[in-house]
């Protein structure tokens, strides 16, 4: 079936970056873009952008561009997000989806960042 | 870009109540919406597509409508599991989330 496995919490501090992964089975990896959200705790969700790892082309809203980078390993299956200069306000859950509107939809078990001195 | 506006943003209600979620988009957006449940600590959980379309293994208590800039979401009779936040999600052009009506009980 199909999964989407993230990685574990991190405690990054201001100014550094920290990696998020995203690995997904059950199905062709190459063939379905992988979308990022974050989630701030008791708030809404925002979208981050995506990545198509058939080709690695990526989108990134306005807000994350300079804060984001996507990037998929087709070896692995998997997805990474690269968040860099973290401040306070980087401190959220993060969550990887696929077909997110669809019934396709299938999203991670989302990784907690805290940035904290 | 489209904006979605949930109403409202916080709901109370008693076990077996008929609950009614509300969600308008800024502009038309045909049926491409969709219905999210989230729990604390939980990822979303996809309820309903395409407006209408309850999702695998979803309870038929759930029910969607609405097409254009108009949709709601209806618990036809609550249950205590269906206490959480409800997101709609717009994927007509990009993706937009409403803000989220939380459910509580009574």
């Known amino acids: 079936q199909v999964q989407l496995q993230q990685s574990g919490a991190e405690l990054a501090k201001p100014g550094t970056s920290v990696k998020l992964s995203c690995k997904a089975s059950g199905y062709t990896f190459t063939s379905y873009y992988i979308y990022w959200v974050k989630q701030r705790p008791g708030q809404g969700l925002e979208w981050i952008g995506y990545?198509?790892?058939?080709?690695?082309?990526?989108y990134y809203s306005e807000k994350f561009k300079g804060k984001a980078t996507f990037t998929a390993d087709t070896s692995s299956s998997t997805a990474y997000m690269l968040l860099g200069s973290l401040t306070p306000e980087d401190s959220a859950y993060y969550f990887c989806?696929?077909?997110?509107?669809?019934?396709?939809?299938?999203w991670g078990q989302g990784t907690l960042v805290t940035v904290s001195s | 870009d489209i904006q979605m506006t949930q109403s409202p943003s916080f709901l109370s209600a008693s076990v077996g109540d008929r609950v009614t979620l509300s969600c308008k988009a800024s502009q038309n957006i045909n049926k491409y919406l969709a219905w999210y449940q989230q729990k604390l600590g939980e990822a979303p959980k996809l309820l309903i597509y395409n407006a209408n379309s309850l999702q695998t293994g979803i309870p038929s208590r759930f029910s969607g409508s609405g097409s254009g800039t108009d949709f709601t979401l209806t618990i036809s009779s609550l249950q205590p599991e269906d206490v959480a936040t409800y997101f709609c999600?717009?994927?007509?052009?990009?993706?937009?989330f409403g803000a989220g009506t939380k459910l509580e009980l009574k």
């Open positions: 989806a696929r077909l997110p509107g669809s019934r396709g939809a299938y």
């Open positions: 990545i198509y790892p058939g080709n690695g082309g990526t």
């Open positions: 999600l717009q994927h007509n052009s990009w993706y937009t």
